[in-house]
Every structure is written in C-alpha cells, then in structure tokens.
C-alpha cells in the first residue's frame, strides 16, 4: 500500500537554530497537510498546502514557519528559528484531489522534533 | 474553548466488549474523521464522514449532522484495538480541530 514518508525520525536542535522537516506524500496525491502534537497534548493543525500555495493555516503558523515543494515529491517544512516550545512530534499527511477538502487522509509516521 | 470534545477520555475493556467513543462538536463541518494512533505515535486514518454511517470490518462510525455528534462503534474488541482514538473534524473555512483522544485499552 503507498505511504506517506517522513524524515528524519528523530531531529535534535539548538534553540534559535533553522530546522527542514521533509515529507514525502503518495504520489498521486495533491493535497498536502502539516500537523503537530506536543508531547501530551493533542494534534494541532498548522497548514494545508495545494497547487503549490498555501490553502489554509492556523495561528500557530507565524512567520517563522513556511512549507515549500520544491520539486514534486517533497514536501517540506522549514522553521527559521526554532524556540523551546517548538518541540514536538510533526506529522504530514496527504490527501487525493477531490471537490472538497474531505478526503481520507494519509499520514506519515512523523519526526520527533525535540529543541534544546 | 475546544471545537471537539471526546468522552470518555480513557476506556479500559475486556476482550470481546463492543466499544463505544462519542464526538460531539461545536462548528459547522464539511466533514468529520476518525484517527487511530497508535503507541508509537503513528496516525491511522480511519474513517471520513460527512453524513451517515460507515463500517469496516469490526468498526462502525456514525454521525448526525443536526446534533453535531459522531460515534466510533468497535465490536468484538480485541487487545490489538488498544490505541488513542481521535475525532477531527474539517470546518466550513478548511480547518481541522482536533479532540483530545480516547485512550482505548482492551485487556484479554
């Protein structure tokens, strides 16, 4: 069955240091999302992304996040200068074209972000 | 303020028990979604509604668009069911609220 792949796993940083968190979606898809869930809490969305544009984002996507396809595979999420309370497990999912946003989703097995 | 809340939040059964995990929400939706993850944190999606029912295999998800409320139905339970169980749901301005997750444990 396609899946949705994700790396690293695992990602160590240096608060203030820039992270890319990498993604690849099942191929045929064109509906790519980024969520993330701190540790205990529950899953946030940060960003849908179609057609090579952001679609939707929430508030905790701030100018120091932004998502990028760079060239047709991946899907990335880039955050510039990471703080403490970045820390957290990402996960992307994709999703088919469909008329509407409710497709079934696919998601990745995540990368734990942890910054220190 | 939580757009999706879950009850129960924990759930400990016997094998063999049919389960049940209530969504209630409190946005206009286009569609609401069942996750599984599991221990190790990966996310499983399950189902996608927008209206009615859906089965597969052993789980069954219904919802009601006029009492913004959806159920995750599980029959026979079996320990291998143990998981989080997480209610989504995609509002009409395309975005996703998340529950808090049912924390499901099924003893043999």
Same mark, same amino acid.
């Given at each position: 069955?396609?899946?949705? @792949?994700?790396?690293?796993?695992?990602?160590? @940083?240096?608060?203030?240091?820039?992270?890319?968190?990498?993604?690849?979606?099942?191929?045929?898809?064109?509906?790519?999302?980024?969520?993330?869930?701190?540790?205990?809490?529950?899953?946030?969305?940060?960003?849908?992304?179609?057609?090579? =544009?952001?679609?939707?984002?929430?508030?905790?996507?701030?100018?120091?996040?932004?998502? =990028?396809?760079?060239?047709?595979?991946?899907?990335?999420?880039?955050?510039?200068?990471?703080?403490?309370?970045?820390?957290?497990?990402?996960?992307?999912?994709?999703?088919?074209?469909?008329?509407?946003?409710?497709?079934?989703?696919?998601?990745?097995?995540?990368?734990?972000?942890?910054?220190? | !303020?939580?757009?999706?809340?879950?009850?129960?939040?924990?759930?400990?059964?016997?094998?063999?028990?049919?389960?049940?995990?209530?969504?209630?929400?409190?946005?206009?939706?286009?569609?609401?979604?069942?996750?599984?993850?599991?221990?190790?944190?990966?996310?499983?999606?399950?189902?996608?509604?927008?209206?009615? !029912? !859906? !089965?597969?295999?052993?789980?069954?998800?219904?919802?009601?668009?006029?009492?913004?409320?959806?159920?995750?139905?599980?029959?026979?339970?079996?320990?291998?069911?143990?998981?989080?169980?997480?209610?989504?749901?995609?509002?009409?301005?395309?975005?996703?609220?998340?529950?808090?997750?049912?924390?499901?444990?099924?003893?043999?």
């Amino acid at each position: 069955e396609p899946e949705v @792949t994700q790396t690293p796993s695992h990602q160590v @940083t240096q608060m203030g240091q820039e992270v890319i968190l990498r993604c690849v979606p099942i191929s045929n898809h064109l509906y790519f999302y980024w969520y993330r869930q701190i540790l205990g809490q529950k899953v946030e969305f940060l960003v849908s992304f179609y057609n090579n =544009e952001i679609s939707e984002k929430s508030e905790i996507f701030d100018d120091q996040f932004s998502v =990028e396809r760079p060239d047709g595979s991946n899907f990335t999420l880039k955050i510039r200068s990471t703080k403490l309370e970045d820390s957290a497990m990402y996960f992307c999912a994709s999703s088919l074209q469909g008329e509407s946003w409710s497709e079934k989703l696919f998601f990745g097995s995540g990368t734990q972000l942890s910054v220190l | !303020k939580n757009e999706v809340e879950q009850s129960p939040q924990n759930l400990t059964a016997q094998e063999g028990e049919f389960i049940t995990i209530n969504c209630s929400y409190s946005v206009g939706i286009s569609a609401l979604h069942w996750l599984q993850q599991h221990p190790g944190g990966g996310i499983v999606s399950l189902f996608m509604l927008s209206s009615g !029912k !859906k !089965k597969h295999g052993r789980l069954i998800a219904t919802i009601n668009i006029q009492e913004k409320h959806s159920s995750l139905h599980i029959t026979a339970s079996h320990p291998r069911d143990s998981a989080v169980y997480i209610c989504a749901v995609l509002n009409t301005g395309n975005q996703f609220y998340f529950g808090t997750g049912t924390s499901l444990t099924v003893i043999p």
